[in-house]
Structures are given as C-alpha cells and as structure tokens.
C-alpha cells in the first residue's frame, strides 16, 4: 500500500516516480471483452436525460450516436449481460479528405468542449469522432461488483469510476474498430487532450494498432503540476466506490475553469457546465497511477510501440496545470517522429480550442497530418536514459 500512495502522490503531483517494477509495452490481441466482437450502435436523437451543457450549442452539424459495448469478463463474474452505453458523436464531411480523427477528452471536461474545434476540422474534410469515456459526459458510470448482505454479486453503475485503467484502453480501441469498419478506406489519427493523452500512449503501446496511422497530443497531461486535494491517510481508508474531489483547483465556484481558459465566455461555460467531472471515486484515482506508471516508468522508452508513429505535441506556454519542461524532457526521451510546439497565447491556459490560439492549432495539426513542416516547432534532441 506504501508504495502505491506514493505513486499516486508523485504522479498527480507531477514529480518523478520510482516503478516497484519495470513494465514492458507488449501489444497485445485481447482487451477486457476483446470476444465481442459484434458492435451495436444506436442513433441518439434526445438529451432529455442528459445534464446541461452550454457547450452542446457549439455542435452545428455532428450527429450523436450511442456505442453499446458488452463487459464480458465483468459479465461472467455477475452471471448476467453488464453493457456501457459509449456516448459519441460523429461530423461527416461535405467532401472528405479521406482521414478520421478519433478525440479522447481530458479529465474533468466530455466530448462536447471539442464541439467547435470538430467543426472546423469537418470543414477541412476530417471525419471526426469524439466519444465520451466510461463514466464521463454522457456516457454510462463505471461498474463495481459488490456482495450484498445475500452474499449474491451485484452490478454498481457509478459516473467519475472505473474498475481498471485497461477498460479506458480497451473502449478506444472499440472506437477505433468501429471508426475503420465504418469507413476502412481512411487513415485514422488518435487524439489525446490533457489526461486523454495517458490513454491514447498507453493504447498505442498496448495494442500497437494497424489500422492507426499518428497521434496528437494537446497540452499532454503526463506531468500534473496540481495538489492532491485529500491526505493520502484519507484516501487509503476509503472504499473503491467512495468518491474524492477532482484534482483540478475550484475558486469561487468557477469548476477549476481559470486552469482551462481566459476566455470569458468559455469560463461562463465552463461554470455552468453540469457535466464536468468535479468528483471522481477512489478506484479512478487509482487507475490513473496505474495508467501513469505503463506510460511513464519504462527503461526504453524508444523501443516502445508509440515511437513508431508519427507525432505531434501541442504545449501551452501559459499552462499553469501541467509542467512542460518534464513533458518536453519526455518526449526527447523518443523525438523520432515527433514534433512539438509551444503556443502562447496570453489567453491560452490549458484548453488550446478555448484561446486565441485555437485556429492556428487547427491548421498546424492539419499542416501535420498531411506530411508539411509546422512552423516554429522545437528542436527536440535525444537525452540519454
């Protein structure tokens, strides 16, 4: 148990981890449910259930859908069907460039923060998916099986919860399947924004896709420069389902909006916004340590899946939530085919699409993923392991 306080201490505090063990990126054939292989997806044409968001009004022409996924191996252990409902929505080009983009949000925002930036990249001809993660936005909570006082397993359905960091994997590679049935002729791109950025290096190491051809990261939230918001006495007396406040500072109830952005309007959204994460249970905390220490505690790293593909790195200068020197010092770890650039925007905090430097992004990732040079981007230089 010391140990793993003292993993969830350092990761979410941004400061270096010593792994109790070393751990390989082998890719592999089978997630959580890897024997579903049916794919189920229904439209989703109400939000009558749904929590508000002002950021719903920025979806001008993307469709929502609903992905119904089968947790076999939870299933079995319950000896009845346990399905997560995957909220996503999909914006189809007038005229297609023949690329998909697939979006992971962060830790506390859903899908709809990226509603205009997909827009924009509907017009450049992307087909873009963006999902919402187990537990998160609109999608269904995360499951724990529990005895009851019959000793009989019951199924507890909770939001801000997960029961294992590879379920979040596991989901986007479902995504990803269905992305490349649905239109195989396409390159695919993954995308990782903030914490998204854990899930998309921990997919790409742990299944090494050949149907995805780069990534994107956007303000990567590999290196946290935020306080834990509970003792690690607190936290380790708690139950898996027991819920603790989100890492991300509140002030004056603005829901850690002046992290993300400076932006009036976006900060007004962001306050108002009823489906930010703000709470998230013990067994969530603890899959963030055990994702951060896949991605963060290997011996060589320029040997793992990730560094195959091509990359870009988008960092905010005026980042006050993550800490950009170890990001950068990360990423020279592996700079073959990797590309970074600091945006810096007095405007921009952490959230790129929520500044003044949102346009120029867009058309530096667009410069990207068509084989053209970004302009201003790093030097990056291998650093000795």
């Known amino acids: 148990m010391k140990i793993i306080t003292t993993q969830l201490s350092a990761l979410l505090l941004g400061l270096s981890i010593t792994a109790a063990t070393h751990v390989n990126a082998e890719p592999v054939k089978n997630g959580p449910s890897a024997s579903n292989s049916s794919i189920q997806v229904e439209a989703n044409n109400s939000y009558a259930q749904s929590l508000y968001s002002p950021f719903d009004l920025l979806n001008l022409t993307g469709q929502e859908y609903t992905l119904k996924l089968n947790d076999i191996e939870l299933s079995e252990q319950a000896q009845r069907p346990l399905m997560y409902d995957i909220s996503y929505t999909k ?3 007038w005229r297609s460039n023949g690329q998909t983009i697939i979006y992971n949000h962060g830790f506390q925002s859903h899908k709809d923060w990226f509603n205009f930036t997909a827009e924009y990249l509907s017009v450049l001809g992307y087909t873009v998916y963006a999902f919402d993660r187990i537990g998160s936005g609109r999608s269904s909570g995360g499951i724990t099986l ?3 006082l019959n000793n009989t397993t019951q199924p507890v359905i909770q939001p801000g919860h997960i029961n294992n960091w590879k379920t979040w994997t596991w989901t986007l590679d479902q995504v990803v ?3 490349h049935q649905e239109i195989p002729e396409n390159s695919i791109t993954i995308w990782g924004n903030s914490f998204g950025a854990h899930i998309v290096t921990a997919y790409m190491n742990q299944y090494a896709p050949s149907n995805v051809s780069q990534a994107v990261f956007t303000t990567p939230g590999l290196f946290v420069d935020l306080p834990l918001p509970f003792t690690l006495e607190e936290f380790v007396t708690k139950q898996p389902y027991d819920y603790f406040p989100s890492s991300i500072p509140e002030t004056e109830g603005d829901q850690g909006g002046n992290y993300f952005t400076q932006d009036p309007i976006y900060l007004w959204s962001i306050r108002h916004d009823q489906r930010s994460l703000r ?6 905390y603890y899959a ?3 994702i951060g220490q896949y991605n963060l505690s290997r011996e060589a790293m320029n040997n793992d899946p990730l560094s195959n593909y091509p990359r870009f790195y988008l960092l905010a200068e005026q980042d006050t939530m993550m800490n950009n020197t170890k990001t950068l010092a990360y990423i020279n770890r592996s700079p073959e085919n990797a590309v970074a650039k600091f945006y810096r925007a007095l405007d921009n905090k952490h959230f790129i699409s929520f500044s003044s430097d949102m346009e120029q992004a867009v058309l530096d990732i667009h410069d990207f993923l068509n084989d053209r040079d970004i302009d201003e981007q790093e030097v990056l ?5």
Do not use: N
């Open 91 to 93: 914006w189809t080009p």
């Open 146 to 148: 529990h005895k009851d």
């Open 177 to 179: 399947t269905l992305a």
């Open 279 to 284: 709470d998230v249970t013990q067994s969530f």
């Open 288 to 290: 963030v340590v055990g």
């Open 381 to 385: 230089e291998y650093i000795e392991q």
